[in-house]
């Protein structure tokens, strides 16, 4: 639902006010007319009066069930233009209804005559200026009015005779009268309305700046989140590559502990530092995948700036990296397929990182092949990206696992019995460089069977 205009919501709930204070005003007029007929007979029309009050208390029924609908409808510029002609309808009433009570009651003899200045205030306060004006220049004509036909005899004059003379009877005095309330009520107008109009500004100002302020505090209540969500990560990262450096350097540590100790034989102390070199040279692999994957995180956030990277042709970087990777391949018994078109298009990313890419998915596809098996690398493209395609033969990942496998640090667990050594980063790696060029990589695989992974990377 929309929400309400401040104007708005204080024009219905003003209307309201206005309803209830006018139910006081016929109980009290009724009141005095029946009053002074009583103790004052042949002073006042004491039916005219009455019938007058009637037709207010009938008029102000009317208004409030009126009142009612508008309460009713949804907020908004109809309820608003609703309420407005609402309260000038009150108003209008109101000042017919004053000109003919003060007609049977004395004219402008009677001091109640006042009420039109009351009026025009409450007109502007809760009218636009240009109603409001409106709504004071009525008030005029009714002063007016009830001067001119007083005294030119077009309606009869109804004299107060606790009035000392005959205003009346006295143009000059009359003209005066009528002038000075005429002055008075302009000028009330235009002071009232210029209050009026600086605090309606400053209420449109204030909701500006509300909703300025909520703004704000939705994107700082979402900067938190992130900047919580990412204390959370460095947290998790920290601890997860405390977990990975303890093992290496714990098992070198007592290597040395036990050579330097005197506990071994020299065939023992050979082992040993066998063993310590072999651990010194997986704990350097991880600590370049950490350093890798740190320095695509920084990269990741300045990608933006990627006209200023040269387009570049990923099967040149593939052919480069499987013939680097050539001894590796044939070591575990693996036959390497490729397959790329003669005009590939060109990509936007940096030559290093590109070659993380071939790099981590070629090791993987190697690592947990088995001998004997085939390593199959496409590269193809479509009207708005290159396509990569990069499969194995090997053992597979299991389904609970694939959506875990670019997850930093996550190995699956038969890929730990196949090769108990691994930093577990460099799926999360592929992942980063990809994602933060444009492009999205996928995996498909099933246990025992083999594993695809497939990505894309925009045009350049």
Same mark, same amino acid.
């Given at each position: ?13 003003? #209307? ?5 204070? +006018?139910? @006081? =005003?016929?109980?009290? %007029?009724?009141?005095? /007319? &029946?009053?002074? !007929? ?83 205030? #409450? ?5 636009? +200026?240009? @109603? =409001?004006?409106?709504? %004071?220049?009525?008030? /005029? &004509?009714?002063? !007016? ?90 947290? +998790? ?224």
């Amino acid at each position: 639902m929309q929400e309400e205009m401040p104007f708005e919501a204080e024009l219905v709930t003003r #209307i309201g006010w206005l309803i209830r204070l +006018r139910w @006081i =005003a016929v109980i009290g %007029t009724s009141a005095v /007319v &029946v009053g002074a !007929s009583i103790l004052l007979p042949g002073q006042l029309q004491t039916w005219p009066l009455l019938s007058v009050t009637a037709v207010i208390a009938v008029y102000n029924v009317l208004l409030e069930l009126d009142l009612r609908s508008v309460r009713l409808g949804p907020a908004g510029r109809e309820r608003l233009r609703q309420a407005t002609v609402l309260a000038s309808l009150q108003i209008v009433l109101d000042l017919l209804a004053l000109a003919i009570l003060l007609h049977f009651s004395g004219g402008l003899e009677n001091p109640m005559g006042i009420f039109f200045v009351f009026h025009v205030i #409450i007109a502007c306060i809760l009218l636009r +200026r240009g @109603i =409001a004006f409106a709504m %004071t220049g009525l008030a /005029v &004509v009714l002063v !007016s009015g009830l001067a001119i036909v007083g005294h030119a005899g077009l309606l009869p004059h109804y004299h107060l005779s606790l009035v000392s003379g005959d205003l009346y009877r006295a143009p000059v005095a009359l003209a005066a009268y009528t002038v000075t309330i005429d002055l008075v009520l302009l000028i009330v107008a235009f002071l009232t309305s210029s209050i009026s109009a600086r605090l309606r500004q400053r209420d449109a100002l204030l909701l500006q700046s509300n909703a300025s302020c909520r703004l704000r505090r939705e994107e700082l209540a979402q900067l938190n989140s992130e900047l919580q969500r990412v204390d959370a990560e460095r947290t +998790r990262f920290v601890v997860l590559v405390t977990h990975e450096l303890r093992a290496p350097i714990a098992t070198i540590h007592s290597a040395l502990e036990l050579v330097r100790g005197g506990y071994t034989t020299p065939a023992e102390t050979e082992e040993m530092l066998d063993r310590a070199q072999r651990r010194t040279t997986e704990l350097l692999a991880l600590i370049r995948d950490l350093l890798d994957l740190s320095r695509i995180r920084e990269a990741g956030r300045a990608a933006g700036s990627e006209h200023a990277v040269a387009p570049l042709q990923l099967d040149s970087l593939l052919r480069e990296t499987a013939e680097f990777m050539g001894p590796e391949i044939a070591r575990h018994d693996l036959s390497l397929e490729i397959e790329v078109p003669e005009h590939l298009a060109q990509v936007r990313i940096p030559a290093d990182q590109a070659k993380l890419v071939w790099t981590n998915l070629l090791s993987n596809a190697v690592k947990y092949n088995r001998p004997g098996g085939v390593i199959r690398v496409s590269l193809g493209q479509d009207a708005s990206h290159v396509i990569g395609r990069v499969s194995d033969t090997g053992i597979g990942i299991a389904a609970d696992d694939l959506t875990h496998v670019f997850d930093e640090f996550f190995r699956a667990s038969n890929a730990k019995l196949a090769s108990p050594h691994g930093s577990g980063v460099g799926m999360a790696t592929v992942r980063r460089v990809l994602e933060s060029w444009g492009g999205q990589i996928s995996v498909e695989s099933e246990l025992g069977k083999g594993t695809v992974f497939r990505f894309v990377l925009p045009l350049a």
